[in-house]
């Protein structure tokens, strides 16, 4: 099957690049790393082979959620060249059992949960919609902070941006290092009539789930929506920047409540069990 | 009462409950499991030498519960919101009837909400009827993702539950608790969305909504909503205790909440046994905003806006004279029980008229 035997060394993949990849999962209700939040408790690689270990903040972690994390986790390292299977074990969850035979068997979520009503990929998309609300709050404070007002902002479409690299493809950018703190894109405004130079990050981590939600892809789109995904109006705009604050409170508050979960729990795991 | 910055400040803790989760009355894996997944709560915002053994947790009984709300005048009164998850446990984690025995004891303390469940169709119409019957329930605790056979859940927008509120608008019921906390329902459909408030509460104006637990974790959805119906309230439970170990996180939702609902629909709640008033009150009472939220929001955490979020607004919903029960309170069973006479002996706000 792996055929790269012969050389020996060369056919497994890094433990660096497991976890890159991994770094790429986000847990979708907080739009945080997995990786970052400290829910990956093991990575194991046996050649072509990676196994990888998960613990959620709770047992009662809303099994859509469990699933959406378990699928993307073995989704991004099965995309690893080197990788020929990712086998993801998901820990001291209440629906562990489900998930990871179907996960591992590649059934579908229907097929784990045959009781579900629906589709997770609803419940995905309202969370990229979250995650798109509160990172456009960070994009538009960039653009504020950098003299636009609220008028030029709601304005803005696709095409007005210059300068930023198209990281669609997924193609490996060593994560942390390319992305460096002082890459602006020119945003341009009235018309073309001038640009300002802005830090890129947070306009390119808005776009990248603003093309997720398929928002914003021609250049004619507008660059920034309401939480309903309409065009802005300029009067509203001070109450839409509101609600971007207001998701963005939302996720890391909830934040907080997993991390502290997490950490109850495995004070209560490392316990000598009673006899 | 608790005494702050020279002035008293009546506390209504709006969501206490007694409930038993003891081995014996667990009869569902769901029913061990919720109760420690509300231990690792417990134990992740409570300062580590109040908290409780997982022992003590699972049934504490009604003298203890008694001491912890009012021993120390932490909490002066406090209104019981049932939860009964009868497919969890054999008797069920805290029902009205069980709460009953200690509101009828202290009904001068305790408020005793019912509930009910739209999938029990005519036999719950007929419950909540008895309910206002026996006990004069002046509102109901909804828990629209209790498991109930094949079902993992309800909404609050469905037609069957909108008889049921019709039911409590015909009876006086007036005030309608919802949880929405955390998802827990092993679905993909979300059983605590905060969607189904807007529409119930824009169909039954006479009513009141309290979203518990501010919607976390989806207060963007709840203060959205709150902000444009007016008869929707957010209580604290949940929220309450991040003044404990994550004071700029308290601080930046409380902002939120003062800044889309204002300070007359935010409401105190300690979730009891969850988190124990006798700590919990002073907590939130002392804690402050931090410079920069307050000039992000324009918002203040000040003595007013403390009286009205710790007991005022509450006690504008259920209909409680504040002043009254001051006096009341000068000698009841408790004050006697824990020696607080002294706590309401004031007659600070009469004199200010003067």
Same mark, same amino acid.
């Given at each position: ?275 | ?165 019709? &039911?409590?608008?015909?009876?006086? +019921? ?8 955390? #998802?827990? $329902?092993?679905?993909? %459909? /979300? ?116 009286? &009205?979020?710790?007991?005022?607004? +509450? ?8 002043? #009254?029960? $001051?006096?009341?309170? %000068? /000698? ?23």
């Amino acid at each position: 099957m792996t055929g790269t035997e012969s050389d020996g060394s060369t056919s497994a993949p890094s433990r660096t690049a497991v976890r890159d990849r991994l770094d790429r999962v986000t847990d979708p209700e907080l739009d945080r790393s997995i990786v970052e939040l400290e829910y990956v408790d093991r990575i194991e690689i046996d050649g072509d082979r990676v196994g990888v270990d998960l613990t959620l903040p709770t047992a009662w972690c809303s099994p859509a959620f469990a699933w959406m994390m378990t699928v993307d986790a073995r989704d991004e390292i099965e995309s690893l060249p080197t990788v020929d299977d990712a086998r993801i074990t998901l820990h001291e969850h209440m629906h562990e059992a489900e998930i990871n035979r179907s996960v591992n068997e590649g059934l579908s979520f229907a097929e784990a949960f045959p009781n579900a009503d629906g589709d997770v990929a609803a419940v995905r998309a309202e969370l990229d919609e979250k995650a798109r609300v509160a990172r456009q709050y960070d994009a538009v404070e960039t653009l504020l902070e950098a003299g636009l007002d609220g008028e030029a902002i709601v304005g803005l479409r696709l095409r007005d941006l210059d300068g930023l690299e198209s990281t669609e493809d997924g193609n490996e950018r060593s994560v942390g290092e390319s992305e460096d703190a002082d890459e602006t894109v020119a945003v341009y405004v009235r018309e073309r009539a001038f640009a300002v130079a802005v830090p890129s990050a947070p306009i390119e981590r808005y776009l990248e789930k603003a093309r997720e939600t398929d928002l914003v892809s021609a250049p004619d789109d507008r660059l920034f929506r309401t939480p309903e995904g309409e065009p802005i109006d300029p009067d509203s705009f001070d109450l839409v920047h509101q609600r971007g604050r207001l998701a963005q409170v939302n996720m890391s508050s909830q934040g907080g409540i997993c991390d502290g979960l997490r950490e109850a729990r495995e004070g209560r795991l490392e316990e000598p069990a009673d006899d | 009462m608790y005494q702050h910055n020279g002035e008293e400040i009546f506390v209504i803790d709006g969501h206490v409950h007694l409930w038993d989760a003891t081995e014996e009355n667990i009869k569902h894996d769901g029913g061990e499991e919720f109760i420690q997944c509300f231990y690792d709560y417990h134990t992740t915002f409570t300062p580590e030498d109040r908290q409780w053994s997982i022992d003590e947790y699972r049934k504490y009984g009604a003298d203890r519960m008694v001491e912890d709300l009012f021993g120390n005048a932490a909490a002066d009164m406090a209104i019981f919101q049932p939860t009964y998850l009868t497919d969890f446990y054999e008797d069920g984690f805290n029902t009205t009837e069980q709460n009953a025995e200690l509101a009828t004891e202290h009904p001068e303390r305790f408020v005793l909400n019912g509930t009910f469940d739209p999938r029990d169709g005519e036999e719950g119409l007929e419950y909540l009827e008895e309910l206002h019957e026996k006990y004069d329930i002046p509102g109901v605790k909804l828990y629209t993702a209790e498991w109930r056979g094949e079902s993992k859940g309800w909404r609050l927008d469905d037609e069957e539950a909108f008889r049921f509120l019709e &039911k409590c608008q015909e009876l006086g +019921i007036e005030n309608i608790h919802a949880h929405k906390g955390p #998802t827990i $329902r092993p679905l993909n %459909r /979300d059983a605590f969305d905060v969607a189904d408030i807007d529409d119930a509460a824009s169909s039954f104006p006479e009513l009141n909504f309290v979203v518990e637990h501010v919607g976390l974790p989806r207060l963007d959805d709840f203060c959205w909503i709150a902000a444009q119906e007016n008869n929707v309230y957010g209580g604290l439970a949940v929220a309450a205790p991040f003044a404990q170990n994550r004071p700029g996180k308290f601080s930046e939702i409380m902002s939120e909440l003062l800044w889309w609902l204002g300070e007359d629909r935010v409401l105190f709640g300690s979730d009891y046994a969850l988190w124990n008033p006798d700590w919990l009150v002073e907590e939130v009472i002392e804690a402050e905003l931090t410079q920069e939220h307050r000039a992000e929001y324009g918002v203040e955490w000040d003595t007013e806006t403390k009286k &009205k979020v710790m007991g005022e607004n +509450i006690a504008d919903l259920y209909d409680i004279d504040i002043e #009254t029960k $001051r006096r009341e309170f %000068r /000698d009841d069973e408790i004050s006697q029980e824990f020696g607080l006479g002294d706590h309401y002996a004031s007659e600070e706000p009469a004199a200010a008229d003067d």
